[in-house]
């Protein structure tokens, strides 16, 4: 139960070494999906709001202030509600060897 900071569980969604037992730790799927979620949703709002309001960077000022928004509120949600549990362990690599026939034989 020690304590991580909010700005590395929102950085390090994959994957973040715990400070105490140096175990590997990353946000569940859960948390990840509500903050895609409410991001999408702050995002919606802001182009909404913000469509139509003229001048010459009209097309432009709907997209950036959706972006900015969804950005904010989903890292912001992950740094204050993040649910963080241990990382499984990854599969070790298998070298298989490459099948040879000689020299200067090619296959399709």
Excluded: N, Q
Excluded at 31 to 54: D, E, P, Q
Excluded at 63 to 73: D, K, T
Aim: hydrophobic share 45%; glycine share 12%.
């Amino acid at each position: 139960m020690t304590r991580i900071p909010a700005g590395d569980a929102a950085a390090y969604t994959g994957g973040l070494e715990c400070p105490g037992c140096k175990g590997r730790l990353e946000v569940s799927v859960g948390s990840r999906i509500l903050a895609t979620t409410l991001g999408l949703a702050a995002g919606a709002m802001a182009w909404s709001f913000s469509w139509g309001s003229g001048g010459a960077l009209d097309w432009l000022l709907p997209i950036l202030y959706a972006y900015l928004a969804f950005s904010v509120v989903s890292a912001l949600y992950l740094m204050f509600t993040a649910d963080l549990r241990s990382k499984p362990a990854e599969p070790m690599a298998v070298r298989t060897p490459i099948a040879s026939h000689g020299p200067g034989v090619a296959h399709h």
